[in-house]
């Protein structure tokens, strides 16, 4: 009777706290469908139709076009190189990093980790026109190469590398919180044991912390894709005219070129291939959680 007593205010309780939750819940999803859902879907319309005498017709012509022109395939290629080249860069730094801040015991491990989080807090812009202070024509780099009697190094300013150097700069931070927050889940008894066991550096790296931190490492890439894949600013100040990232090549053609529909039409292919490192990104964190 006891149980019985407890279990039906409990059941009550939940049944009030029900439309609570999803009240709370309703704005944002509502924002989600409004802000996301609905360009997402007009989008695809006015992409998919072509505004005839007779009305609207189905059309694939903006989609042929695109895939047609090899400008527009120039464009894609660079962005698929630049996304690749960034992800392999932020492996290679911050990787390092992160296992540094998960295994350093003392303070300097406390100033890292500032450097490391620093980019966070600076503005795209900025860090455009700081580094083209630097590494541009006649920069901080050229002047200390030419007062050490040194001949001048080619600068990555409006080349592929420019806004390889800027994109990784600026998702180191994130990076490196989320392969930190991943190598949480290590196991310092693992290490230890290993350690007795006789086990090396590189073995404890290949066979005890990369195995557990795989799915950390796949979200961590898949976030940093994400961002890189479409981003603006940062390739629109630093990249070349020609080719030129997907970002910077939609704001021209709606702008410069007047073409909105076709600038849509590339801006559904750029969400197109986001959508695949988004699925695979929800994807590792479900399996992230069903591991836990």
């Given at each position: 009777?006891?149980?019985?007593?407890?279990?039906?205010?409990?059941?009550?309780?939940?049944?009030?706290?029900?439309?609570?939750?999803?009240?709370?819940?309703?704005?944002?999803?509502?924002?989600?469908?409004?802000?996301?859902?609905?360009?997402?879907?007009?989008?695809?319309?006015?992409?998919?139709?072509?505004?005839?005498?007779?009305?609207?017709?189905?059309?694939?012509?903006?989609?042929?076009?695109?895939?047609?022109?090899?400008?527009?395939?120039?464009?894609?290629?660079?962005?698929?190189?630049?996304?690749?080249?960034?992800?392999?860069?932020?492996?290679?730094?911050?990787?390092?990093?992160?296992?540094?801040?998960?295994?350093?015991?003392?303070?300097?491990?406390?100033?890292?980790?500032?450097?490391?989080?620093?980019?966070?807090?600076?503005?795209?812009?900025?860090?455009?026109?700081?580094?083209?202070?630097?590494?541009?024509?006649?920069?901080?780099?050229?002047?200390?190469?030419?007062?050490?009697?040194?001949?001048?190094?080619?600068?990555?300013?409006?080349?592929?590398?420019?806004?390889?150097i800027g994109l990784v700069w600026d998702n180191i931070?994130l990076t490196v919180l989320m392969l930190t927050a991943?190598?949480?889940?290590?196991?310092?008894?693992?290490?230890?044991?290993?350690?007795?066991?006789?086990?090396?550096?590189?073995?404890?790296?290949?066979?005890?912390?990369?195995?557990?931190?795989?799915?950390?490492?796949?979200?961590?890439?898949?976030?940093?894709?994400?961002?890189?894949?479409?981003?603006?600013?940062?390739?629109?100040?630093?990249?070349?005219?020609?080719?030129?990232?997907?970002?910077?090549?939609?704001?021209?053609?709606?702008?410069?070129?007047?073409?909105?529909?076709?600038?849509?039409?590339?801006?559904?292919?750029?969400?197109?291939?986001?959508?695949?490192?988004?699925?695979?990104?929800?994807?590792?964190?479900?399996?992230?959680?069903?591991?836990?």
């Amino acid at each position: 009777m006891t149980v019985a007593g407890a279990t039906v205010p409990a059941r009550l309780s939940v049944q009030r706290k029900r439309p609570t939750g999803l009240l709370l819940v309703l704005f944002p999803v509502g924002l989600l469908g409004w802000l996301i859902v609905y360009p997402i879907l007009n989008a695809l319309v006015t992409t998919l139709t072509l505004r005839t005498d007779e009305g609207l017709v189905l059309s694939l012509d903006s989609y042929v076009a695109f895939f047609s022109d090899p400008y527009s395939l120039n464009n894609l290629a660079l962005t698929f190189w630049t996304t690749a080249v960034c992800a392999v860069l932020l492996l290679v730094i911050c990787l390092p990093i992160a296992l540094y801040l998960r295994f350093s015991r003392g303070p300097l491990s406390a100033y890292v980790q500032a450097l490391a989080i620093f980019p966070l807090f600076v503005p795209s812009v900025i860090l455009a026109y700081a580094l083209i202070r630097t590494l541009g024509p006649n920069g901080m780099v050229d002047i200390l190469l030419n007062a050490a009697g040194l001949p001048k190094l080619p600068s990555p300013y409006l080349t592929p590398w420019g806004p390889v150097i800027g994109l990784v700069w600026d998702n180191i931070p994130l990076t490196v919180l989320m392969l930190t927050a991943g190598l949480g889940q290590v196991s310092d008894n693992a290490v230890e044991a290993a350690r007795d066991a006789g086990a090396r550096p590189r073995h404890l790296l290949l066979h005890i912390i990369l195995p557990q931190i795989v799915n950390a490492l796949l979200v961590a890439l898949a976030f940093a894709v994400l961002g890189i894949f479409s981003s603006f600013t940062l390739p629109y100040v630093l990249g070349p005219a020609s080719p030129e990232l997907m970002g910077p090549y939609m704001q021209r053609t709606f702008a410069d070129l007047m073409q909105p529909r076709m600038a849509i039409t590339q801006a559904v292919i750029t969400f197109a291939i986001c959508a695949v490192f988004g699925a695979f990104y929800v994807r590792s964190v479900i399996r992230s959680r069903e591991v836990r």
